[in-house]
């Protein structure tokens, strides 16, 4: 049942389990999508594509949270209701989990079976005032540096002025997502139940990745993986992150 939003590569209609995996900034949705061959049969993999890359680069890209988290739900509630589902998100992408779960949670009484966030503070951590600047304001040879800083951008890319010159936009849009959001706490308890799984890279900036706690009465666990900001690209650690999904899912549908 794959779309322009939804990308699955590897249908498996007798899942018991689907995982809807969000990118991070500049990202798609085939890393993912390829990870339907990996995990267990009981879990089908869909990747979520954004405006502005893939099959979707003729769209306009948009900073705005609410567009993106509105679209997504509206669509899982519509073509993708009738089994549980479990949330995967890195950097931007663990945002973009967190808000389409509270969106579910709110308004179509749905929550789900797990929440796998990695690379990025909970989401009431504000990090980027602990910059000087924003990376959505850095000039373009400056975001391309910090683009490089990062490694998860090939070199021929970051090299070649027209592609760069087509993705910048869409690179700035993402950013200004990380930049400008910010997630208020409420009194009382947290709005969701699922347990969430915590990942980053031991090598990458210092995330608060245990105030992931905060916005559930679920369990939390933390894992470390050896590597910088885009530490799941690496063979080992991709495996290790498509054998532990498909160890949760053997365990709770087993």
């Not at 009194?187 to 969430?196: A, E, Q, T, V």
Request: aromatic fraction near 10%; charge should be negative; hydrophobic fraction near 35%.
């Amino acid at each position: 049942m794959s779309s322009k939003l939804m990308n699955c590569r590897f249908p498996k209609s007798d899942a018991t389990v689907r995982l809807f995996c969000f990118p991070w900034a500049g990202g798609g949705s085939n890393f993912y999508s390829n990870w339907g061959s990996a995990v267990c049969d009981n879990v089908e993999v869909i990747g979520i594509s954004l405006p502005g890359r893939e099959t979707r680069i003729s769209e306009k890209p948009t900073n705005s949270v609410e567009q993106i988290v509105e679209e997504v739900t509206k669509k899982m509630v519509s073509d993708y209701s009738d089994k549980p589902f479990a949330l995967f998100g890195h950097s931007m992408g663990a945002l973009l989990a967190f808000e389409t779960a509270k969106v579910l949670k709110e308004k179509y009484q749905k929550e789900p079976t797990k929440m796998y966030v990695s690379g990025i503070s909970g989401p009431h951590i504000q990090e980027k005032a602990r910059v000087s600047r924003t990376v959505s304001e850095l000039n373009d040879s400056e975001f391309i540096e910090y683009l490089r800083s990062l490694g998860g951008t090939p070199e021929e890319v970051l090299n070649n002025s027209d592609m760069m010159n087509m993705f910048l936009p869409m690179l700035r849009a993402d950013y200004s997502i990380v930049d400008d959001y910010l997630y208020e706490l409420p009194d009382g308890k947290p709005l969701l139940s699922c347990p969430i799984a915590a990942f980053d890279g031991k090598s990458d900036r210092k995330h608060e990745i245990e105030a992931w706690q905060r916005v559930t009465t679920g369990k939390l666990t933390l894992n470390m993986r050896d590597g910088g900001h885009f530490y799941l690209k690496e063979p080992k650690n991709m495996k290790y992150l498509q054998d532990f999904i498909s160890n949760d899912f053997f365990v709770m549908c087993g």
